[in-house]
């Protein structure tokens, strides 16, 4: 059972323009591998705003493969794991609105929401954003930065596991009554977790 945190960046407000992804692979309790490709949208526009949070410009994504070719590598991966992402419901909707771009299924997997995670777990914390998250941890990294991004989400999320004494991360949502995400060919259910 592979475990990967995920984090996309996208080159406008449009849900499929993801333009970076970065994963993270969690074994035994620690970040493995650490891995960011560059996409080319499929719709070659960039906001000013987006290049102002992530510095990723058209030029940067020009010689880039489009999102089936850059996620295609992953495909064994991602098919059966439970991956996580920071604030899941924008990640996902993101790698959702991509595949319908392309008209490409949904792969088979399940996800967990490491904002929900860490709300439940750390609720004296006044944010739960991923930049107080690795302060609250000592963790330094380049926000924005979808590869570190990625690691800091399983670090964080590595670190949850380790508060709830659960042996690991997939133990999380029993734990907390958090209920799993997940994506497969027919749709998705999202993740959900009572806060109270």
């Known amino acids: 059972m592979k475990t990967i945190a995920i984090d996309f960046e996208t080159a406008n407000e449009q849900r499929g323009s993801a333009c970076s992804v970065g994963l993270a692979w969690i074994e035994d309790g620690e970040v493995v591998r ?11 526009r960039f906001s000013s705003f987006n290049i102002a949070i992530h510095g990723i ?3 940067h994504v020009e010689d880039a493969g489009e999102f089936p070719e850059v996620m295609d590598e992953f495909a064994d991966d991602f098919h059966g794991a439970t991956m996580i992402a920071h604030n899941a419901a924008f990640d996902f909707s993101v790698w959702r609105a991509c595949l319908d771009a392309y008209r490409q299924a949904y792969p088979d997997l399940s996800y967990l929401c490491s904002v929900k995670m860490a709300q439940k777990v750390w609720p004296h914390l006044g944010s739960h954003k991923l930049n107080v998250l690795a302060d609250h941890l000592g963790l330094r990294f380049t926000h924005h930065n979808a590869a570190e991004d990625a690691a800091v989400c399983a670090e964080a999320t590595i670190a949850i596991a380790g508060s709830l004494q659960v042996s690991h991360v997939r133990d999380i ?10 994506l497969f060919s027919g749709g998705y259910d999202p993740c959900t977790c009572r806060l109270k």
């Open 173 to 182: 949502p029993a734990a907390i009554g958090m209920k799993v995400g997940r």
């Open 34 to 44: 650490v891995e960011e490709r560059l996409i080319r949208p499929k719709d070659m």
């Open 57 to 59: 410009r058209p030029e």
